[in-house]
Structures are given as structure tokens and as C-alpha cells.
């Protein structure tokens, strides 16, 4: 009885107090009630880099058993699942770029001079994308242009989010966006509006 009377305590705890307690006690049980918040959270990340069901699973699995050992590493500077959206597109990031059997393949678009007024229009034609070719051409852009996109877009974090979870300056993170979106909209373009 006294062991489900402090599940329910630390059940009512905030994430970065559950966090807190478990790299104080490193208590696996704590760890479980972490889990439960976010596996499924995770889960869908994960399920958007990978290729099948086993290894969205694989991943999923991959990713808590990083974060029960990377959990001291989180400071607060940001909210915990702040922290841990970058965190899964991180590990997802390089899972695919270190398994190059499954690599998902790379389109290099130059950006020129010209190009300025494209990414000045890129939130507007953004938005103005159909879902499903969006899709194919997140599959097209490279995993870290991916990965900030859909922190920004799909989570709704902010560019001080973004540049606390990413450990680079605001200036940086709104090139890198403008970049990503940039080469987004060129492949849809391009690519994708070729095949109708």
C-alpha cells in the first residue's frame, strides 16, 4: 500500500520535479511514470523518420533508454518537453544519418541571390501546400532540415525555444528555418508538382 501511495505523489508531480527525483533517487519506477507521459509522443516522432512499425518501435525504445541517462544533462532552461521534442527529432536525426542502408535521400538546393524573394512569400506558400506532398517532400529534405521544420511548425515552438533546444543564437536558428523552407518549397515545386 505504501508503495502505490508514493506512485500517486510523484504521479501529481510536474515534469521537471519527476525529473528532478529521478536523477536524484534513479528510481526506475519514477522513470515509468516519465514513460507514460511521452511514449506515445515519442512514438509519432519517431514513426515520421522511420520506416516500419519495428523500427519506429526499436527507435521509440532506443530514445527512452538515451534519455534515462541523458536526464541529468537536462538544466530547465526550457520546458522538459520542450527539451524532449529536440531531444527524439535529434536522436531520430541521427538515427537516419548513421543508418545509410535506410538513409532517406538528400536533395541539395542552392540557394542564390535570387532566391530572396522566395523565402520572403516561403510562410504564405508553406501553408499553401496539400498535406500529402508536403509529406513527400519532408521525405526529400535532409533530416536536420526536417527535424526543424517540425519543431517549429508541428510543435508551434518558438525561435527562443528552438535556440535553447538547438544550443544555437536566435539569428541562427531563423537562417537555418529560412533555409529549410526554401528547399521545401523548391522540391514541391520542382518535384513534386511535376507528377501532378
Known amino acids: 500500500m505504501q508503495h502505490l501511495e508514493t506512485d500517486n505523489t510523484f504521479r501529481n508531480l510536474t515534469d521537471e520535479e519527476l525529473v528532478a527525483q529521478i536523477v536524484k533517487t534513479k528510481n526506475s519506477l519514477l522513470f515509468e511514470i516519465l514513460y507514460d ?10 514513426y515520421g523518420f ?9 527507435l521509440t525504445q532506443d530514445i527512452f533508454l538515451k534519455l534515462y541517462v541523458k536526464l541529468p544533462s537536462f538544466k530547465g532552461t526550457s520546458k522538459f518537453s520542450t527539451w524532449l521534442y529536440a531531444f527524439t527529432y535529434n536522436s531520430c536525426v541521427n538515427h537516419v544519418n548513421r543508418n545509410t542502408a535506410k538513409k532517406i535521400e538528400k536533395v541539395s538546393v542552392p540557394l542564390h541571390e535570387d532566391n530572396h524573394l522566395m523565402i520572403e512569400t516561403d ?35 518558438s525561435i527562443k525555444d528552438l535556440s ?26 520542382e518535384k513534386l508538382n511535376a507528377y501532378g
Open 37 to 46: 507521459r511521452y511514449s506515445s509522443m515519442v512514438y509519432n516522432k519517431c
Open 50 to 58: 522511420a520506416k516500419t512499425v519495428d523500427e519506429t518501435k526499436d
Open 123 to 157: 510562410d504564405y506558400n508553406l501553408f499553401q501546400l496539400k498535406v500529402d506532398k508536403l509529406q513527400k517532400a519532408l521525405e526529400m529534405v535532409s533530416p536536420e532540415d526536417k527535424m526543424i521544420l517540425l519543431l517549429k511548425y508541428q510543435d508551434d515552438l
Open 164 to 189: 535553447t533546444v538547438l544550443e544555437i543564437g536566435e539569428s541562427a536558428v531563423k537562417m537555418r528555418l529560412k533555409r529549410a523552407k526554401a528547399r521545401i518549397i523548391e522540391i514541391y515545386n
